[in-house]
């Protein structure tokens, strides 16, 4: 498979080859949509964010760590969990729920990266909904 672009690369499509340099060439591509979040409720920073490349003739689904966007959080991180709770509203629990969480819970900040995420310039990063 023929190299896309040249020097390194932060993600490369499974699916096409086409290949991104850096996390914020990739989230605003107007070809890359947010389609969800593996929560791994034991180790926050190793659930995945889930992407959906639409270009024509692909449609490979990516996964990148949380942790590769954890910077890009400036708020508080709680240190409770209050998943299960009868006010949860439970997102984490739907892997295609990208709705933010207004409760003070530890997955809260990766809610908050989603939405920084969907509000990228330009196309990419939207999963068509919004926030």
Known sequence: MKRETEGPVFKRCSGCGKEWRTREELVRDPEIRLAGYQANFTNLEEGFFMFNHVRTGCHT??????????DMHDGPVFETRTGRS????????HED???PCPRSCECRYVRDVMQKIRLQPGAGGRDGAGP
Request: aromatic share 4%; proline share 10%.
């Open 61 to 70: 689904t990516l996964g990148l760590s949380v942790r590769t966007f954890s």
């Open 86 to 93: 009868p006010d949860c509203p439970e997102h984490c629990l």
């Open 97 to 99: 729920d990208l709705d």
